[in-house]
């Protein structure tokens, strides 16, 4: 994560620790770092998804298939397991693997065509404003999805599109 190393001051931060927004936005979580190319980083994610309510994950579709670890095949040891994909254009369309930047996505939403001056460059929103939006649309989907698995006792998953999430909060319809 870029946030990790960054200081509003722009100090560079001693080797090892975390800047004050990163450790702010981070608080009380944990985490793993594992190879997923190795057989021991893929035999330790499927252990930790046989244990675990919920997987949030944001690799291009299909990655975590090729490697066997996709909702489908981690279900077969966690059938309770609820899995949230978040990604830019969804993980199903005409659009799976288009590229796309925060920019980008502004663009496509139309959200730039009202910022800036005329006959200037657009301008987009900063501070990451599409990926705080998808990632409060994941975070419902993904208490949705835990809540629902709860009664019947099988697992959900939830597809966000970083686009869609955008396009239905940052489109400006004209009156």
Known sequence: DPLRRWTASGTPLAEGQDGALFQYLN???????????????????????????????????????????GYEQLREDNPALCWVSITGWGTKGPWVDRPYTEFTMQAATGSTG?????GRLPVCAGGRLGERIAGSFAAVGGMLAWLS?????????????MFAAMLFCMTIYPD
């Open 149 to 161: 698995a709860r009664n019947p006792g099988s697992g959900q998953s939830v597809d966000v599109s």
């Open 114 to 118: 009202f910022r800036g001056l005329p």
């Open 27 to 69: 608080a009380s979580k944990r985490s793993v770092a594992l190879d997923l190319s190795s057989d021991s980083g893929r035999d330790s994610l499927r252990q930790i998804a046989a244990s675990v309510d919920l997987v949030v994950e944001s690799f291009a579709p299909g990655q975590l298939a090729e490697f066997g670890l």
